[in-house]
């Protein structure tokens, strides 16, 4: 099979075979509930931190805790969007991609990526297709029905034990494994923030409720 050679975060990170990562929320030297990369050794390879002030996730380099991207929500898109940039940056000449929903009015959208350069967003470099919460997420380009990535429940890591939600990604030969990580994370915070709205619903509805019954 030929595989292309197209690193998107580091030339570093794009390795001439399969490489399987684990993904979890609870492991030493991480905020709670902040998803960290590591892999089939358990050694940590990235985390993610969104305790800006800013409204910005960081993707960290785990072993020169170096920040490799910056990334923020366009609260303001009619499609959900996300801006990632090189580093600590977050100026326009820094952007390495896009992340948008393919459509804001479909229940189960999918997630379109457009490289800095295809600024016209005709037609997207990467689609992201799946449900994150079941873990049956796939990554491939747009142009190509060759799958660079895909996440499962099961994980590969064998010398400790990880919680029931962490999950596993096998990632295709050459792809920009670092790149996937990101994609990765911005579906975990979509699903996060969700989540949240969801609860937040939940509770004006019981005050609503205890109101309306207090009044009566």
Not at 51 to 71: G, H, R
Not at 97 to 121: C, G, M, Q, W, Y
Request: include cysteine; charge should be neutral; glycine fraction near 4%.
């Amino acid at each position: 099979m030929e595989y292309d050679y197209s690193p998107i975060i580091g030339q570093q990170y794009c390795l001439p075979y399969p490489t399987n990562l684990a993904f979890t929320t609870k492991i030493a030297g991480v905020r709670h509930g902040e998803l960290a990369v590591i892999d089939v050794n358990g050694n940590p390879l990235f985390w993610f931190d969104g305790s800006s002030k800013d409204n910005k996730w960081i993707l960290v380099d785990a072993i020169s805790s170096c920040t490799l991207i910056s990334m923020r929500e366009k609260d303001w898109s009619l499609h959900e969007r996300w801006d990632v940039f090189r580093g600590d940056s977050t100026n326009k000449k820094d952007l390495l991609f896009r992340v948008k929903r393919s459509s804001a009015l479909k229940i189960h959208p999918k997630l379109e990526v457009f490289l800095a350069d295809n600024t016209k967003e005709d037609e997207c470099d990467f689609k992201i297709k799946g449900k994150y919460r079941k873990r049956s997420i796939m990554i491939y380009k747009a142009n190509k029905s060759t799958v660079l990535a895909q996440m499962r429940k099961e994980h590969n890591v064998v010398k400790f034990p990880l919680e029931k939600d962490a999950f596993g990604v096998n990632i295709s030969p050459y792809t920009d494994y670092a790149f996937i990580a990101t994609l990765i994370a911005i579906l975990h915070e979509i699903s996060q923030e969700s989540t949240r709205l969801k609860e937040e619903l939940s509770e004006e509805v019981v005050s609503q409720m205890v109101e309306e019954l207090v009044s009566s």
